[in-house]
Structures are given as structure tokens and as C-alpha cells.
């Protein structure tokens, strides 16, 4: 029973590195580094809670989608188009996101931090399994979004390995140059990348504010937006690689949780430990793990 | 009949520059038409546009008797050229079959058909007789296989236009007679082939026609049969072009580099370099011929202390270098001429006068106590801007603004103004115009008068037989063979670059 | 030649150009709460700039991102990205503070200097991981900076609240718990005011201003900078390993020297960013010491085109911002955040408009070199 309950929170904690981890892999076979996933997260989260406080959950995941699209939006009009520096950018991104959502709730809630409660998605039973005792936390009160994003994990796979954009936004990550010649749209499959990132972030942020905590929280994100970049680049790049990954940090979180209830360790250690293991894990664990070539380096036309 | 490609008064500027002024072209169907000229004469920039990377300022194209406007790679597809770049566009971590199908993809719904792929090339593969490996990675293959996935990536296309950007500049002497082979194929097949190229040899070999490029303008179209190499030199260069150096006899003196042994390993542990021993004396030029890629570059970074030597012994000025710093080897008095100026040897957005200075910023007559002594440093570069002749506007330039001839003056001037003893130039003259080349080969001359010990590394088999003293062919990290210049032809030295084995088609 | 003056123009516009750009788009925002964008800017430059302790505040609030602009620029200047400033900056200062309260009766003139040496040291140490981590083990520094401020703010959390809690205080009537904060830093560990030597100007600030000689230190620290970058061998290597890591390699430079010693230097500084708070406002360290001062170092390092007089001016730009954000907050209602949007405007701003200008310039420089070549051969070849 402690068992299946440890891994249903895991599962709860590792949704959101997990949506935002799988858009990150879009945007990086794409060749753009995206550290304004946070901010996207933020953006998300926000306007996930306020279109779902004025017309229900299904308009607030809308909304968190399209306010962290905007977001990427205006990242890949600066990396893809005026081709400036994807860090800063990213930098950007994340301070616009942290004082737009603080500057909005202000001016809407008018409460700096919180947002008042939001009601999420209705959860779901899956029928069958959950008569089975050790699975019952696991399959009870489920929310939907956590199905769409282990469902996402299969799709996303499909469509970079075997599909006709997966090869073309993998080819532009990789040579750009080489995709240009012949005749793929650089930019086209750039702004692809770049957005579906965003979308992804939006969702991650709506589905901590509507599914897991239930209001927007100044701050909820945690710097998960920037684990999620971690768990891509333990995953290899790859979206099972990211699922896994996950997994990982979010079982370490929920054991943590666990572990804070004992009282041994002090609480901060505990909060350090997906931070920690990010370390170790760039530090050694990971194989010769490499990213696209042409990751982070913008691309001109005409340029050698 | 229409002309498969006919150019009218196409013009292209860049700032400062026309790259192709008022240039008039016409390719038969089925026939091999040569481009020739000089770097920097426009046939890059002209090819960019037949490709519809770059868009004409001026002037109009004809495909197969239509006008046409090539606004994009995607459409000069459409209109069934196809480009084979000098520098391969391969995505190295895709397969071969991925590369070849990319961008023109055969698909079932969203999804990838990959067995339709597949068969499509392989019907290709079988008709033009052609080998590949469809599941080998770019990465894994050899030169001459990557050219034939270009090759095989416009025909997938439907291509009928061949362009070839200088397709020999990488191919060993046998694989270029298999790529002419290949070419020859095509055009019995109906293939329009478009050939650009500087080695006159070659062209004078296959071209049905030779068009000459000038600084941007069209200086004839010639058939083979009706002109000599000497002619064709004369058209590019508009002057006779000079192939022998005035070089003096040198006394040798002391062995001031000597390798023994030397191997260097590549991160997979894979030796690049595997046992290469030589000797050169003072006064004495030591050239390196062989297809690139075979250790030549990973043996001038072991000696100036870019690599770590996995084993054997680098001597250079009495002392053993092997496992010194680079600092420490070049304090000894060796000077290294990179061969990627961009990436090795300058800072690009740097002063000119900064770049002078760059790797001897610490030495005594540049400091003044623990700080930069500008007024010095600017002085020494005035001076040497004076004595090589660098055109520029003024020092404080960034260097990026140099033509390339001039920036490699700067880095000869900060290399060898300080006395070296040992001098490793790797493809000094990679790049350069005629002018700049010689200027380039006088330096050096200079050098090995002085008594300096030079070992010259060039993919160019004419620099290294005209300048060298002494040529060893390097071939898989091992000098296979050595003569002196004067006693091989070039074909001699194209058997040994690949290693001997005449009848072998591929190079590594 | 009169290009070259041309050119500088360019440069010299470039941040102007963006600030106004930013201003502009942010006016927006403004603009959809209702609220008038001529009135909020007006406000924000007579709030600032109107009384002397006004324009001290907002020196005061420049203080601290001199220093963390400098550290981000230092970074910037080798090729890489030092996101790390944020947590460095605060275990310098939790070191600082160490050294400030746990260290009694020595005199201020060895106790100030030791403490600012302790929140140096803090700073490197903290600067050290990531840097040794990426010349040994390849680890890219954004994220293992990224990581180590999360690492920090926890860490500083614990050693506050658990470790070195201030025992001492007295409970505050209605709270059942004392604060999480630590002890007092000594007087002699505190630095400062500048009301003092203001003084002997005949210029008089109110008591509740904190502008304190780290000011001057900053300005003193800037020129510093400057000349380390411009005139010492040091500072060459640093910009030829920035500009080409090969190439520098190549001429005998040791870029992973640089690297170690140029990052361990943005840290020192980094660690110098909190003391101006912590040494004359809190005099104490406690859960809220101010944050953001890293990231926002970022944004003047980029205003400032990484020029260390420049980042006096970009951080005394940002000191006039977040004094104006406190106006526009009081007076007119409008949340203080709108700075943060401006700030995040003015760094997107900046950095597209400087890549516009560079290739423009790059441009000009080409066709200079080009119209010399031209006239080279038109003469007849000597």
C-alpha cells in the first residue's frame, strides 16, 4: 500500500518534468536551446488558473497552452529570426514570465502570489485495475492529464523517429545547411520546435496550478522547467529517455516527502536532491551522451 | 534542340564587390561542361545561383528553353538541377539512406514510408551501378562514398542538371577516375553535367566545354580538343602563370626536428598518426603530400603540442618536446602556420595589431612592468604591416576585415619575425589567390635560406613537388613513401597516397 | 576615418536605442491596466530624481548590481555564461556574515576589509564548482549554475534557519517563534555611510538612506576591471579565449587556465554583491535577503555591452528603475513588477539590436577593406 502510494505521487511529481521535458526534446532536435522553459512553465501555470477561474479547466489548459506558446513565440522570433544568443534569450524570457504573471495577478486577483482556488479536470477511475489493492492509488482519482502525457511519451517518439517532420526537425538540429539545401524550411521547422515547447510548458504549469495544487502559487514552478532540461539530457534526447528520467526526479521528490515526515534529514537537503543528482548525473552517470550538432548555434542563410 | 541552361548578363554584388559581372552561359543537353577559374573568379557565387542559394542582382536564366527565376533550393529542385557541394551537405549522424531521401521524402499518411525509400534508391543504386551502404551513418564512411551520396541525393530527386562544386578537391587521383566513370554514366543516361574546377588536368580530361572565369566575367568557352593547359592558365590568371620557383641550393645544417616514432591517438583510440618518423634538417623544406584526412593535421598538432603524442619522441632544437606545453614549444622556437586561419590562427573580431601580438603578449618587449606596453606592440605591427606589404585601413581594424591573403601576411608576420627554428606550416596556401600563394612560397623559401628547418603539409601535390626538398607521402598515419621532387610525377605520388594499392577504389 | 567615429556612434546608440524600444513596448502593458504611460514614466523621473535622497537610494539600489554586472560581463568576456552569480553572491554573503558576527572585538579596520575578503571567498568557492566541473568532466556551466542557485538558496536556508540561528532575539509579542535569521554582524564588521564625507560638501542625506562606500568601491572595482581586460596580459588572454578558444589554444594560451582563473574572478566579485545590503541595511542575514541581484546583473552586463564603465551606468539605470518602480507603486498604483517586464524588454532589446548593428558594422568594415582592394589594383603593379 505505501509502495503503490510512493509511486502514484511519483507519478503526480514526474508529469510536469515530463511534458516539459518532451518539449524541450522538440525544441533542442530542432536545434534551439530553451531555457525560458521555467518562464513558459510560470506563464502556464498563471493563465491556467485564470481562464479556468472565469470558464472552467478546459479553457484554462487552453489558455496555459497558448500563453506558453507565446512565450516560445517570442523566443524563437529572437534566436530563430534575429538569431541572438538562445541563453539569454531563454534569461529573458524567464525574468518576462516571473514579472508579467506577478504584474497580472496583481492586477486581476489582486493578490501578488496566489490566485484564489481553481477546479481541474473531473478524475478519472480506470475500471478493472483499480480493484486490485497495490494499484489502487495508482489508478484512482487519476487526472486526465497525466494519461495525455504518458500517452504524449509513444506519440512524440513516433513522430521525431518516423515521421517525415521528425526527420526534417532533426535533420535542421543537426545541418541546417544541409536541410536548406534542399529545400526544408529552416525556419519553419525552428518556430515548430521552438512552439511545440511552449504548448508543452503551458500544459506542464496548467497541470501543476488546476490538477496538482489547485490555484496558482507565486513561485510553483520550482525551477522544474529547468530539471525537465536535465531529464531530456539524461534521456538521451530521446522522449522514453525523458519519461524515465522523470520518473527518476519525480520519485526522488516524493520519497523526499516521505522522508520529511520521519524528520531525520533536514528538510532543505531533501529539497536539494533533484538539483544534486542533475549535478551527478551531467558529472558522470551519463554515458558520452551528445545533443545535436547544431544545437545552439544559430543559422544564417548564406553563411558557411 | 533547347540548351539545358542558358545564363544571360547575370549579375551579383556584394558589398564592396561584383562577384559576377554580366556573366552569359549556355550548357548543351547531355553534355559536360566545364567552369574554370581562379579562386575568388565567381564560380562559387554563380553556382549558388543556378542552386537558388543566392539571387541575381541582374540578368536572366533559361532552364530547357524556359525563363525561369530561382528563388529557392526547393525550387531549383523542382526545376531539376541538382546541386553536389564541394563541402558535402551531409547530416553526418543520419544514415545514407536518410541523407539521400530527406526533403523529398516518400510518405505514407505522416508517417515515413520507408520501404518505398528504400526500394526508390536502391532501383538508383542498381542503374547507375553505384555501391553504398544504405545503413552505414555518414560519419562511418570514406570520402569518396560520401560524394556518391550527394551524387545519388540530386539523382533521387529527378535531377537532370548536374552541378559539381569541385568534386576532385578531395579524391585521390584513382578516385577521381572512378568519379569520371561515374560522370561519364550520367551523361549516357541523358545527364546535363555541370563541372567546376581549377585543376586544368582534370577538366581538359572530361569536359565536353570549357567556359573560363575572370574576376567575375566570362573569359571564353573553349573545347578541350583545340587548347592547352597553358592556354587555359593564361585565360584564368591573365598573366603566364609562373610554376617554377626560383630556389636556390641550400647547405643543409643540423637536424633541427626529428620524429621518432610517433604515434597519436584519436579520442576513440583509433591511432590517426601510427609510427611516422622523419628528419629535417636546417635549410631544408620537408613536404607531406596525401588525400587529407590520413594524420597529416594530427601530425602538425602533435609537433606545436595540440595532441598528445601516445607514444615516440619529438625532438625539435636538440631538446625532446614530446609532453610539453604548447607555450614551452613554441618559447623553444617553433612557429606553426595553421591551416584553418579562421578557427586556429587569428581572433577574427580582434585588432589587427591584437592579433599580432597573439601567443607573444608576454614576452619582454611587449610589457611594461606587469601590463601591456600598447605603444610597443602597435609600433611592431606598423612595421610589420609595412614589410609584408598587408593591405589595410588601419590597425585598429578588426582582423575579420582582411581579405584572406592578408590575414595569413599577418599571421606569417607574428609567426616568423621571431626567428623560429622550426616551422610547421600546415596548408599555408589553402585559400589564397595566386599572388598570395607566391608571396606565401617566398616566405617560406626565405626561411629554409636561413637555415630554419620547414616541414610543409599541403594538399596541393604541385606546391609540395615545386617548393619541398624532400616529399614523403603520408597515407592511414604512416609516411609510405619519400623521394625527392625531382625524381617522381605526380602520378607517381597519387599511388602511394593511396597506400599503393592502385587498384583499391576507395581512398581511406 | 570618419567612419571609425561613425561606427562609435553606432556602438555608443545601440542601448539607447534599446531602452527607449522597451520603454515603448512595455507602454503596453501599462496601457492595457488603464493607466497612462507618459504619466507612469513621469512619474518614475520625478520620484527619482527630484530629492537628494531619492537620487541616493537609487545609488544605493545601483550598488550592488555594479558588482554583479561586473562578475556576468567577466563571463561573458571568456565565452561563457555565468547564470551562477545569483547563489554565489549569496554564499558569499552568508560567509560575510559569518565572519561578521562570529568573530568579536577586533577593530573595523581589519574586521570590514576581512569580512569583504570572506564574502569573496564565498563567492569563488561557489564559482569554483561549476568551472572545475566543466574543465574536467565537459559539463556545460549554464545548467550546473543553474542547479548550484537552487542548491544555494536551500543551503543558505538551512545554515539561517537551523544551523546558525540567532538564539538571542527576543520573541516578538503575538509570534509564538523567533526568526529565522542569524545573530548580529558586529559594528566593526559594518560599513560606512557616505553621509559623512557627503557632508563635507554641504550635502546633507536623511538617516534613512543606506548609501554606503560601496559605491565608490564599485566604481573603484569597474575601472579596475577595465584595466585588467585592456592593458595586462591576463586580460588579453581572457577576450582571445572568448573570441576563438582555438585559436588562443593554438598560440600557447591555456584556455582552461582562463577559464579556472577568469570564472574564480567573476565569483569574487559575484561575492561582493550582497555586502552593500547586508553590511549597512540588514546587518544581518535572514530569509529575506534580497535575490535577483544575479539576474539582474545579466541584464546590465548585456545594456552595458560588457563594457565595465558602461555597467556603472547600466547598473545606476537599473538603481533609477527600481527606485522609480517604488513611485509608481505608491503614487499611481501600478505594480512594481512593470520594471521586471521592462527589464526582460530592454535585454531582448538590447541583444537584437546589438546583433543588427554588428552585422551592419561588419558590413561598412567589409566595404572599406573592399574599395582598398580596388584601388590596389587599379595601380599598375609596382
Known amino acids: 500500500m505505501f509502495f503503490g502510494e510512493l509511486l502514484a505521487s511519483s507519478l503526480r511529481m514526474a508529469v510536469p518534468i515530463l511534458l516539459t521535458a518532451l518539449g524541450a526534446v522538440f525544441t533542442e532536435r530542432a536545434g534551439v536551446v530553451n531555457i525560458g522553459l521555467e518562464g513558459m512553465m510560470i506563464v502556464g501555470s498563471f493563465w491556467g488558473a485564470l481562464g479556468a477561474y472565469y470558464y472552467g479547466p478546459y479553457f484554462g489548459l487552453l489558455l496555459a497552452m497558448a500563453a506558453g506558446m507565446f512565450m516560445a513565440l517570442i523566443h524563437a522570433i529572437n534566436t530563430v529570426t534575429f538569431r541572438v544568443d538562445q541563453v539569454v534569450s531563454g534569461v529573458a524570457i524567464n525574468i518576462l514570465a516571473y514579472g508579467s504573471t506577478r504584474f497580472l495577478s496583481l492586477a486581476i486577483f489582486n493578490m501578488a502570489t496566489t490566485s484564489p482556488h481553481v477546479s481541474g479536470l473531473p478524475k478519472i477511475n480506470i475500471p478493472v485495475l483499480s480493484g486490485i489493492e497495490f494499484l489502487k492509488p495508482l489508478v484512482t482519482d487519476v487526472s486526465p492529464v497525466i494519461i495525455l502525457a504518458l500517452v504524449l511519451v509513444p506519440i512524440s517518439s513516433f513522430v521525431i523517429n518516423r515521421t517525415v517532420f521528425g526527420l526534417r526537425l532533426r535533420s535542421v538540429g543537426e545541418n541546417p545547411l544541409a536541410a536548406d539545401t534542399l529545400g526544408i524550411n529552416v525556419f519553419k521547422m525552428k518556430y515548430a520546435g521552438v512552439l511545440l515547447s511552449g504548448i508543452l510548458s503551458g500544459l506542464s504549469g496548467a497541470y501543476l496550478a488546476l490538477e496538482h495544487t489547485g490555484m496558482y502559487v507565486e513561485g510553483m514552478t520550482q525551477g522544474e522547467g529547468f530539471i525537465a532540461l536535465a531529464a531530456m539530457i539524461f534521456g538521451n534526447w530521446e522522449p522514453k529517455g525523458a519519461l524515465w528520467a522523470s520518473l527518476l526526479f519525480g520519485f526522488s521528490e516524493a520519497l523526499s516527502f516521505r522522508v520529511v515526515e520521519g524528520g531525520v534529514v533536514p528538510y532543505q537537503f531533501i529539497k536539494m536532491i533533484p538539483y544534486v543528482l542533475t549535478l551527478l548525473v551531467l558529472t558522470g552517470v551519463v554515458k558520452k551522451s551528445t545533443g545535436p550538432a547544431a544545437s545552439g548555434v544559430p543559422y544564417e542563410r548564406g553563411l558557411k | 534542340m533547347d540548351k539545358a541552361v542558358v545564363l544571360r548578363g547575370i549579375t551579383k554584388r556584394f558589398p564592396g564587390i561584383v562577384a559576377n559581372d554580366r556573366i552569359d552561359l549556355e550548357v548543351e543537353k547531355g553534355e559536360i561542361h566545364a567552369i574554370v577559374g581562379e579562386n575568388g573568379a565567381g564560380k562559387s557565387t554563380l553556382m549558388k545561383i543556378l542552386a537558388g542559394i543566392y539571387q541575381p542582382d541582374e540578368g536572366e536564366i533559361y532552364i530547357f528553353g524556359k525563363k525561369e527565376k530561382i528563388t529557392s533550393p526547393g525550387r531549383a529542385i523542382e526545376l531539376k538541377i541538382g546541386m553536389v557541394h564541394q563541402h558535402f551537405m551531409l547530416v553526418d549522424r543520419f544514415t545514407v539512406l536518410e541523407n539521400i531521401i530527406l526533403g523529398a521524402e516518400k510518405r505514407l499518411g505522416i508517417a515515413l514510408d520507408e520501404k518505398k525509400c528504400r526500394k526508390a534508391v536502391e532501383e538508383l543504386l542498381s542503374l547507375y551501378n553505384f555501391s553504398l551502404n544504405l545503413d552505414a551513418r555518414v560519419e562511418e564512411i570514406s570520402v569518396g562514398q560520401a560524394q556518391r551520396v550527394e551524387i545519388l541525393k540530386v539523382l533521387y530527386r529527378g535531377a537532370d542538371i548536374l552541378v559539381l562544386d569541385e568534386p576532385t578537391a578531395v579524391l585521390a587521383p584513382q578516385e577521381v577516375k572512378e568519379l569520371f566513370n561515374n560522370l561519364r554514366r550520367l551523361k549516357g543516361e541523358g545527364k546535363t553535367i555541370i563541372f567546376i574546377s581549377h585543376k586544368l588536368d582534370e577538366v581538359l580530361e572530361i569536359a565536353d566545354r570549357i567556359t573560363v572565369l575572370r574576376r567575375g566575367r566570362v573569359e571564353g568557352t573553349v573545347l578541350p580538343s583545340r587548347v592547352t593547359k597553358e592556354d587555359l592558365a593564361r585565360m584564368m590568371v591573365g598573366k603566364p602563370v609562373m610554376m617554377k620557383l626560383d630556389k636556390e641550393p641550400v647547405n643543409a645544417g643540423d637536424v633541427l626536428l626529428s620524429i621518432e616514432d610517433l604515434v597519436v591517438k584519436e579520442s576513440s583510440g583509433k591511432p590517426i598518426v601510427n609510427g611516422v618518423s622523419l628528419k629535417i634538417r636546417g635549410g631544408e623544406i620537408y613536404g607531406i603530400a596525401g588525400i587529407e584526412g590520413n594524420g597529416q593535421k594530427e601530425l602538425a598538432e602533435a609537433i606545436i603540442g595540440l595532441r598528445e603524442a601516445s607514444s615516440g619522441r619529438i625532438t625539435a632544437c636538440g631538446r625532446d618536446i614530446t609532453g610539453l606545453s604548447i607555450k614551452e614549444i613554441r618559447d623553444l622556437g617553433v612557429a606553426f602556420i595553421p591551416e584553418d586561419r579562421h578557427r586556429q590562427g587569428l581572433v577574427l573580431p580582434m585588432k589587427v595589431w591584437e592579433n599580432m601580438m597573439l601567443g607573444y603578449h608576454t614576452k619582454k618587449e611587449f610589457l611594461k612592468g606587469k601590463s601591456l606596453n600598447l605603444k610597443a606592440i602597435r609600433r611592431f605591427t606598423k612595421n610589420k604591416v609595412e614589410e609584408y606589404g598587408v593591405r589595410l585601413s588601419s590597425i585598429e581594424q578588426p582582423i575579420e576585415g582582411l581579405s584572406g591573403g592578408n590575414q595569413q601576411k599577418v599571421i606569417l608576420g607574428r609567426e616568423l619575425s621571431r626567428e623560429p627554428k622550426v616551422i610547421v606550416a600546415s596548408q599555408p596556401t589553402r585559400g589564397l589567390d595566386v599572388g598570395a600563394a607566391e608571396f606565401v612560397h617566398r616566405e617560406l623559401l626565405k626561411m629554409r635560406k636561413k637555415g630554419r628547418a620547414i616541414l610543409l603539409i599541403s594538399a596541393d601535390l604541385e606546391e609540395v613537388l615545386s617548393i619541398a626538398d624532400r616529399v614523403g607521402v603520408m597515407y592511414n598515419g604512416k609516411i609510405t613513401a619519400e623521394f625527392r621532387p625531382e625524381e617522381v610525377t605526380p602520378e607517381d605520388i597519387g599511388v602511394y597516397m593511396l597506400g599503393g594499392d592502385v587498384k583499391a577504389g576507395e581512398g581511406k | ?382
Open chain 3, 1 to 382: 576615418m570618419k567612419k571609425r567615429y561613425y561606427i562609435v556612434l553606432l556602438r555608443v546608440l545601440a542601448p539607447v536605442l534599446a531602452i527607449v524600444l522597451s520603454a515603448l513596448m512595455s507602454s503596453i502593458v501599462i496601457l492595457a491596466i488603464g493607466k497612462s504611460p507618459l504619466q507612469v514614466f513621469y512619474t518614475m523621473f520625478k520620484f527619482s530624481l527630484s530629492r537628494l535622497d531619492s537620487v541616493a537610494i537609487m545609488l544605493y539600489n545601483a550598488t550592488p548590481l555594479i558588482f554583479s554586472g561586473l562578475a556576468v560581463s567577466i563571463g561573458f568576456r571568456m565565452g561563457l555564461f555565468n547564470i551562477g552569480v545569483e547563489g554565489q553572491y549569496l554564499i558569499g554573503a552568508f560567509l560575510a556574515a559569518l565572519a561578521g558576527f562570529s568573530i568579536k572585538g577586533l577593530p573595523a579596520v581589519i574586521h570590514l576589509p576581512l569580512v569583504i575578503l570572506c564574502g569573496a571567498l564565498g563567492g569563488m568557492m561557489w564559482s569554483f564548482i561549476p568551472i572545475f566541473l566543466k574543465v574536467k568532466r565537459g559539463v556545460h556551466e549554464v545548467i550546473s549554475t543553474i542547479m548550484l542557485n537552487y542548491i544555494s538558496y536551500s543551503l543558505i536556508h538551512y545554515l539561517i534557519a537551523d544551523v546558525f540561528i540567532d538564539k538571542s532575539q527576543k520573541l516578538i509579542q503575538g509570534l509564538g517563534s523567533i526568526l529565522s535569521r542569524t545573530p548580529k554582524l558586529s559594528p566593526s564588521a559594518m560599513m560606512p555611510k557616505l553621509h559623512g564625507f557627503l557632508g563635507l560638501f554641504g550635502l546633507q542625506l536623511p538617516r534613512h538612506v543606506y548609501l554606503n562606500w560601496f559605491f565608490p568601491l564599485g566604481i573603484l572595482t569597474a575601472a579596475l576591471v577595465y584595466y585588467l581586460l585592456m592593458y595586462t596580459p591576463f586580460g588579453f588572454e581572457l577576450r582571445a579565449v572568448g573570441q576563438n578558444r582555438e585559436a588562443a589554444r593554438t598560440v600557447g594560451i591555456e584556455p582552461e587556465r582562463v577559464y579556472v582563473i577568469g570564472f574564480l574572478l567573476s565569483g569574487a566579485l559575484a561575492g561582493l554583491v550582497g555586502l552593500s545590503d547586508l553590511l549597512s541595511y540588514f546587518g544581518y542575514m535572514d530569509m529575506d535577503f534580497p535575490r535577483n541581484y544575479g539576474f539582474d546583473g545579466i541584464a546590465v552586463a548585456l545594456i552595458a555591452q560588457n563594457h565595465p564603465l558602461g555597467i556603472i551606468f547600466s547598473a545606476i539605470l537599473f538603481g533609477f528603475l527600481k527606485r522609480g518602480a517604488e513611485g509608481i507603486q505608491t503614487l499611481m498604483g501600478v505594480p512594481r513588477e512593470m520594471v521586471s517586464i521592462l527589464q526582460a524588454l530592454m535585454i531582448m532589446s538590447i541583444v537584437v539590436i546589438a546583433k543588427l548593428m554588428n552585422d551592419y558594422i561588419k558590413r561598412l568594415e567589409k566595404k572599406e577593406e573592399m574599395m582598398v582592394c580596388s584601388s590596389e589594383n587599379s595601380s599598375p603593379p609596382a
